[in-house]
T-cell receptor, first 112, second 116 residues
Framework: QKEVEQNSGPLSVPEGAIASLNCTYSDRVSQSFFWYRQYSGKSPELIMS????GDKEDGRFTAQLNKASQYVSLLIRDSQPSDSATYLC????????????FGAGTRLAVHP | KAGVTQTPRYLIKTRGQQVTLSCSPISGHRSVSWYQQTPGQGLQFLFEYFSETQRNKGNFPGRFSGRQFSNSRSEMNVSTLELGDSALYLC???????????????FGPGTRLTVL
């Protein structure tokens, strides 16, 4: 079992819809959770971080964390074609000295 | 504020050679982490440096090494290059270097290494 699992996609949504990206992790001592966006040929860009159970909203993005279920998700409201990218879920654990464990990423395609 | 910078951006080497990649973190950031990204293995952690000390290392052979200087700039070195070392090498910097796992990491543009 991989430490961080994501559906590879592609996830195809129409412009203006809500895109829902999911991530599960296996290490119960994981403490911090991050979502990165990576455009083709570019480096990952941090878009959300979440550390406690519940929802965290930032503009059109909402991260949701459920530690009991070992599940973290990212919702993108009013999806735009410019949101088309690969979304990487990453987790770290206390005492991990900034070691991030990444999922394989979910490719999102927003079509007009 | 300038972001993370990496040099060179592209590199072509042949098997058996060695290579040194450089990373300058965001001003004020003291932790630098290195990652390797390949289509097959995804993003994998190489090592992390804070205050010139390597605090964590991923599952990579000893051919991969690094160091950090007093100004927080970091270099990584790969010796005896193999074809499988072809990858995007990413550096990430973080403001806080403590045990807490809350530190957000910001990536540089990466160095694309091709081994022929």
């Amino acid at each position: 079992q991989k430490e961080v699992e994501q559906n590879s996609g592609p996830l195809s949504v129409p412009e203006g819809a809500i895109a829902s990206l999911n991530c599960t992790y296996s290490d119960r001592v994981s403490q911090s959770f991050f979502w990165y966006r990576q455009y083709s040929g570019k480096s990952p860009e941090l878009i959300m971080s979440i550390y406690s159970n519940g929802d965290k909203e930032d503009g059109r993005f909402t991260a949701q964390l459920n530690k009991a279920s070992q599940y973290v998700s990212l919702l993108i409201r009013d999806s735009q074609p410019s949101d088309s990218a690969t979304y990487l879920c990453a987790v770290s654990r206390a005492g991990g000295y900034n070691k991030l464990i990444f999922g394989a990423g979910t490719r999102l395609a927003v079509h007009p | 504020k300038a972001g993370v910078t990496q040099t060179p951006r592209y590199l072509i080497k042949t098997r058996g050679q060695q290579v040194t990649l450089s990373c300058s973190p965001i001003s004020g950031h003291r932790s630098v982490s290195w990652y390797q990204q390949t289509p097959g293995q995804g993003l994998q952690f190489l090592f992390e440096y804070f205050s010139e000390t390597q605090r964590n290392k991923g599952n990579f052979p000893g051919r991969f090494s690094g160091r950090q200087f007093s100004n927080s700039r970091s270099e990584m070195n790969v010796s005896t290059l193999e074809l499988g070392d072809s990858a995007l090498y990413l550096c990430a910097s973080s403001l806080v270097g403590g045990l807490a796992a809350y530190n957000e990491q910001f990536f540089g543009p990466g160095t694309r290494l091709t081994v022929l």
